[in-house]
């Protein structure tokens, strides 16, 4: 991209959620806010072509959407709209003030606040926050737009039916809300990542985990994420084998890893460390001294068992007790892994990772015939389809 | 906001040893802080009656509008600043832990 769609697509990822959100404070009306700004995007889209990018594009925007915000309540003629006109007009009138940032801020809270479902809670960041469209989000989430329409028309009903604050929470409630937030951009992200095709969703839930980081840079656990979240793309290119299987990362060709993401994700994570450690910061860690290994055989075990005591202390779940295990297994040997797994079996009864751990574990203690036993078993609880792949890929390799 | 609480009972009550909150601190916290206007216990479902009027002709049934293992047990109006502080003040009452409790906020006619 070139020229007015490049300028356009920039001033779109820096400002859209500074226009919706000050948009939002003064009128207090989410579809009102979110339609002038995308009019706004529309307008310049015709007329910077012809007129040339205006000197302060941002500007330019703000200007343009509060005026089709006011357009648009003009046309309307409820009670309440004329009252939202005047609010407008009545901001125009006083000093800007220099909570903008906070604008941004309270708008992130807003639409992940605990009382919308979760579903919803995506729906509205990516639409009010991160500014994809309608169709986009839809088409990301594979349901059709009217669902995804009607999904966010009741949300934004619920915030200003039941008083959801328009705000950034206070002391007391932040920790809470944060990691809430925080949740909710790793799922945008998982998403992404998880189905590989849409690498969209992941850029967005980057970008959105930036401006976190931006907005709260005193907050160890958004820098943790935002370094957790490039340290895993980064091996994007890697991930995907030619014939489309997925793979694992002693699989992946460490050659197509972007070190320009490590390298950012890094300088992340040391910022976020200084601040403080939470299971995100600790996460990243671990991913980073993977990062850190030209080879799958020179992976730093010892570095990472304690990486992992240190995240069961601050996560305890079954899934981190198996990763950790696994991660002995690679630091000390298969049998203390596998050891470690059959103490856990029992809160793990059913969990497809089990068996697939197992299987890995068992393949290098050379135990062949238990190892395509553990992947049969694997296989049998997984249902999507890359990961079943991937296990019959290696189960095929055991049988030859 | 005006938010009106059910105070609901619930199958799966809290099973932790924290002791309850008391329910006249609960009171005398809202009175104090202006954001309970007013609220009580209500009968069991089982002195209920439902009232229906079908082709002019009033039919009572014993019992709730709706039979379910849960229950409405109480109430109480609050008047709070907005859902965080209803959400808060909510949270503490004995019954949160014992039961369940919906926030609903009131819909006023003039809107």
């Known amino acids: ?400 | 906001m005006e938010y009106m609480l059910f105070i609901a009972t619930d199958s799966n009550p809290d099973d932790s040893s924290e002791p309850e909150p008391d329910i006249e601190e609960w009171v005398a916290e809202g009175e104090r802080r202006g954001i309970r206007k007013q609220g009580d216990r209500l009968r069991r479902p089982s002195d209920a009656t439902t009232v229906r009027v079908r082709r002019g002709e009033v039919l009572l049934t014993d019992g709730p509008f709706t039979e379910s293992k849960e229950w409405i047990a109480g109430y109480d109006l609050l008047e709070c600043k907005d859902l965080d502080e209803a959400i808060d003040y909510a949270s503490r009452h004995p019954q949160a832990r014992g039961g369940s409790i919906e926030i609903r906020p009131v819909w006023p006619f003039e809107e």
């Not at chain 1, 290119?237 to 320009?260: C, F, K, Y």
């Not at chain 1, 969990?351 to 190892?371: C, H, K, S, T």
């Open chain 1, 1 to 400: 991209m070139t020229g007015v769609p490049a300028a356009i697509a920039a001033v779109h990822r820096s400002d859209w959620s500074r226009i919706v959100s000050g948009l939002i404070r003064v009128t207090g009306d989410w579809a009102l806010a979110e339609d002038a700004a995308q009019d706004a995007f529309a307008i310049a889209v015709a007329r910077w072509p012809r007129e040339g990018i205006p000197e302060k594009p941002a500007a330019w925007l703000a200007v343009t959407a509060r005026n089709r915000a006011i357009d648009r309540l003009r046309s309307a003629t409820s009670e309440r709209s004329k009252l939202r006109e005047v609010a407008i007009m009545d901001s125009l009138t006083r000093q800007p003030d220099a909570s903008i940032e906070d604008d941004r801020l309270r708008l992130i809270f807003t639409c992940c606040h605990p009382a919308l479902p979760l579903a919803a809670r995506v729906a509205l960041t990516l639409r009010t926050v991160a500014g994809l469209t309608v169709p986009e989000i839809a088409a990301a989430f594979l349901v059709p737009e009217t669902t995804m329409a009607q999904r966010l028309v009741r949300a934004r009903a619920k915030i200003a039916n039941a008083g959801i604050p328009y705000r950034v929470p206070p002391p007391e409630l932040l920790g809470e809300r944060l990691s809430g937030v925080l949740a909710v951009l790793y799922l945008v992200f998982n998403e992404g990542y998880t189905a590989g095709a849409r690498a969209d969703l992941a850029d967005s839930a980057i970008a959105l985990a930036s401006s976190v980081v931006d907005l709260m840079p005193t907050e160890p656990e958004a820098g943790g994420l935002l370094a957790l979240m490039l340290f895993q793309d980064s091996r994007r290119a890697a991930r995907i084998s030619n014939d489309g299987r997925l793979l694992t990362l002693a699989e992946q060709d460490r050659g197509l890893w972007n070190s320009v993401e490590i390298a950012r994700a890094g300088a992340v994570l040391d910022r976020a460390m200084s601040r403080g450690r939470g299971a995100y910061v600790v996460q990243a860690a671990i991913a980073e001294v993977h990062a850190g290994a030209r080879t799958a055989e020179a992976t730093n075990w010892q570095r990472i068992v304690p990486l992992y005591d240190e995240l069961l202390e601050l996560s305890p779940t079954p899934v981190i007790e198996l990763n950790r295990a696994i991660a002995v297994g690679m630091r000390d040997g298969p049998d203390a892994g596998l050891a470690l797994i059959d103490e856990l079996a029992g809160s793990l009864d059913g969990f497809r990772l089990v068996p697939a751990a197992r299987a890995d574990l068992l393949e290098r203690a050379g135990r062949r015939e238990d190892a395509a036993a553990s992947y049969r078993e694997a296989l049998a609880l997984t249902s999507g389809e890359l990961e079943r792949e991937q296990l019959a890929a290696r189960l095929a390799d055991l049988e030859v």
